[in-house]
């Protein structure tokens, strides 16, 4: 059950019931270790239902335990400092509240910079984890990845590999916010991207360097798209720190924390086109 937490990682689950459990036989019980493959049935509220699988090492079933109700107490508010594998569960959860619909999202660290080969080598690890599966990914001319069945995107900033997925078009970017002086901001983003940053300043309550960050990646959200021309609107500010911007039929949701071993607030943006 305790493997379970890194599912809802804003709080703490505490058990509440389970419907059916088969044990393992005391001959099963007897391996070096087992994998632990749950999926989650539903949520109501702050409840969450699991079905779960043990297997042992060679994938034999040795144990299964059906309707496993975990209970959530103790929400943090998500500011951080998080552990970056843990960070890609609460953004998944968290977008399905303030965009809708559903995608898999996965957050690697990044422990050295890289580029070429082995900066793919690493994107295609995080949306196979993503997917579920082994993935070989295609490369556009403009280096979008691309994956047979789904839509996905990926971003590598601030130490992190941000992997997205889902089966509608969609784009994703982190960044680490840094501070820049005005003219920069202004050549960066803009007279019309600027205004939306002061709004951002006004409403969520920013640092010019946040609010300009979260502006920034939802522009390279867009760009991810294959948008380079919309206007930028802020549609709605969330109490939890979430920002949702709007262009045209795309909203692009954002968030700020930290993570652990780097002092910088870091920007993370998730892109959804309007279903036709």
Same mark, same amino acid.
Not at 20 to 39: M, T
């Given at each position: 059950?305790?493997?379970?937490?890194a599912c809802?990682? !804003?709080?703490t689950l505490?058990?509440q019931?389970i *419907? =059916?459990?088969?044990?393992?036989a005391?001959?099963?019980?007897d $391996?070096?270790y087992?994998v632990?493959?749950?999926? *989650?049935?539903?949520?109501?509220?702050d409840? /969450?239902v /699991?079905?779960? !699988?043990?297997?042992d090492?060679?994938g @034999?079933l040795v144990?299964?335990? &059906?309707?496993? @109700?975990?209970?959530?107490?103790?929400?943090r508010?998500?500011?951080g400092?998080? #552990?970056?594998?843990?960070l890609?569960?609460?953004?998944?959860?968290?977008l399905?509240?303030?965009l809708?619909?559903?995608?898999a999202?996965?957050?690697?660290?990044?422990p &050295?910079?890289?580029a070429g080969?082995e900066? =793919?080598?690493?994107?295609e690890?995080?949306?196979?984890?993503?997917l579920?599966r082994?993935?070989?990914?295609?490369?556009?001319?403009?280096?979008? +990845?691309?994956?047979?069945?789904?839509c996905v995107?990926?971003s590598?900033?601030?130490?992190? #590999?941000?992997?997205?997925a889902?089966a509608?078009?969609?784009g994703?970017?982190?960044?680490? %916010?840094?501070d820049?002086?005005?003219? !920069?901001?202004?050549?960066?983003l803009?007279?019309?991207a600027l205004a939306?940053?002061?709004?951002?300043?006004?409403e969520?309550?920013?640092?010019p %360097?946040?609010?300009g @960050?979260r502006?920034?990646?939802?522009?390279?959200?867009?760009?991810? #798209?294959?948008?380079?021309v919309?206007a930028? #609107?802020?549609d709605?500010?969330h109490?939890?720190?979430?920002a949702?911007?709007?262009?045209?039929? %795309?909203r692009?949701?954002?968030?700020?924390t930290?993570?652990n !071993?780097?002092?910088? +607030?870091i $920007?993370?943006?998730?892109l959804a086109?309007e *279903?036709?």
């Amino acid at each position: 059950m305790h493997a379970l937490q890194a599912c809802v990682p !804003d709080a703490t689950l505490l058990p509440q019931g389970i *419907e =059916r459990l088969h044990l393992a036989a005391r001959a099963d019980q007897d $391996v070096e270790y087992v994998v632990l493959d749950a999926r *989650e049935r539903g949520q109501d509220g702050d409840s /969450y239902v /699991y079905d779960i !699988d043990v297997r042992d090492g060679t994938g @034999t079933l040795v144990e299964r335990w &059906e309707g496993l @109700t975990l209970r959530a107490v103790r929400r943090r508010d998500g500011a951080g400092p998080w #552990t970056p594998v843990l960070l890609g569960s609460h953004l998944e959860r968290s977008l399905e509240r303030v965009l809708g619909g559903s995608r898999a999202v996965v957050v690697e660290p990044d422990p &050295e910079p890289a580029a070429g080969a082995e900066r =793919r080598e690493r994107t295609e690890l995080a949306l196979g984890r993503a997917l579920g599966r082994p993935v070989r990914l295609r490369h556009r001319p403009d280096g979008k +990845p691309e994956v047979e069945g789904a839509c996905v995107s990926a971003s590598h900033g601030a130490g992190l #590999t941000l992997a997205v997925a889902g089966a509608t078009p969609l784009g994703c970017d982190v960044e680490p %916010a840094v501070d820049r002086a005005e003219q !920069d901001w202004e050549a960066l983003l803009g007279p019309g991207a600027l205004a939306v940053r002061d709004l951002l300043v006004a409403e969520a309550g920013d640092s010019p %360097a946040v609010a300009g @960050t979260r502006v920034w990646s939802a522009v390279e959200c867009l760009r991810k #798209t294959g948008v380079t021309v919309r206007a930028l #609107t802020v549609d709605r500010v969330h109490p939890d720190g979430w920002a949702v911007l709007a262009a045209g039929g %795309a909203r692009i949701a954002t968030w700020v924390t930290t993570v652990n !071993d780097r002092p910088e +607030p870091i $920007v993370f943006a998730v892109l959804a086109e309007e *279903e036709r």
